[in-house]
């Protein structure tokens, strides 16, 4: 399981989560967002891949911010149609690039799993976020158990709400048939202390967590085969 760290902005905040090295850091352009990012991103390790987050934004805008930034995933994370993500796939392919395409979907307590459909073998990922008046960073988690059954093959990415708090409740997850398809955890706003600002030692806790656990079940498992 991975871990995404969603709404950096400031260079030296950048750089001090950078050095957590977690798998991806996430860098929105929406300018109704507090966490809207503008100027330039530090040198970051090479092993931590780049996220660009877009809500409605033009392919053209996609384009130019995928090539300044060298970004090797999008997040749309607006109304963006299956057609608008398979020309996002004709760019990829075009220009030879390997990035990732996640469509995001936003989840109370219920949803219906049919509009993930036209999507499918389109997207890498799908994104389940809480579904909130904020595009994102609404800090509260949805029903986990909404995804009880989970129909689709495509792996997804829990969202929402994150937080030191929901550490046992990512454990248990872990345990259930739909955790085959989690692909990674994506964290905001309960680790900040203003919007855009991350505590690095709050995340460093979490990364310690997630990795205890992953070392447990590793163990587990070398057990269970012997």
Request: one cysteine or more; a negative charge; charged letters at 25%.
């Amino acid at each position: 399981m991975k871990l995404k760290i969603c709404g950096m902005k400031y260079q030296e905040n950048i750089e001090a989560v950078a050095a957590l090295k977690p798998d991806y850091l996430g860098f929105i352009f929406y300018e109704n967002s507090p966490r809207n990012f503008e100027g330039e991103i530090p040198t970051i390790p090479s092993t931590i891949k780049k996220v660009g987050v877009f809500v409605d934004a033009s392919i053209d805008f996609i384009k130019e911010k995928v090539k300044q930034y060298d970004f090797k995933a999008i997040q749309l994370h607006g109304n963006e149609t299956p057609q608008f993500c398979q020309d996002l796939q004709g760019f990829k392919n075009l220009e030879s690039l390997d990035i990732e395409l996640w469509k995001v979907f936003s989840i109370k307590d219920q949803f219906d799993f049919n509009r993930l459909q036209p999507y499918e073998d389109i997207v890498d990922y799908f994104l389940f976020d809480t579904k909130g008046k904020e595009k994102g960073g609404n800090g509260y988690t949805f029903d986990w158990s909404v995804l009880k059954g989970y129909p689709s093959s495509t792996p997804f990415i829990l969202s929402g709400g994150i937080g030191l708090d929901e550490t046992q409740a990512i454990l248990s997850f872990q345990k259930s048939p739909e955790s085959q398809y989690l692909h990674a955890i994506d964290v905001n706003s309960k680790f900040e202390s203003e919007p855009g600002v991350k505590s690095a030692e709050k995340l460093k806790k979490m990364i310690s967590n997630l990795q205890g656990f992953e070392n447990h079940e590793s163990f587990n498992k070398k057990k269970d085969n012997l």
